[in-house]
């Protein structure tokens, strides 16, 4: 059985299925539902992030984080910054002046489900279960 999940929605959409073709055509209509409802219920469907967290680090580390960034003189919010879009994207993340907001290049599509979703990421996780 494999199970898969849009991930930036405001709730869930999982689904399952026997087979990938199957699994599609079920994420399909799991997100058809989900947007549907929502609309009925006059919810956002796709979730937000404030764009600041904390990061709790060893007080070594984080000593040694500030050093490095300013040896290479860059913020240590650009590193860290840096660091998560490439693990998330595997590309250098846009500087908060070279966006426009929600919309903006990044947003994200959903083209395996047939549906175009902006602002939403819209990643399937496929998993043996």
Known sequence: MLRGEFVGLNGGADFYASSLADLEAEGR???KVFLDMGAERGLEPFRHSSGKFNVRLDPDLHHAAVVKAKAENISLNDRVRDAISRAANDAPAPRPDETSGPGSAGQSVC???????????????????
Do not use: E, F, H, T
């Open 29 to 31: 209509m799991s997100l």
């Open 111 to 129: 083209p395996q489900v047939g549906i175009d979703l902006p602002n939403a990421q819209c990643k399937r996780s496929m998993q043996n279960i």
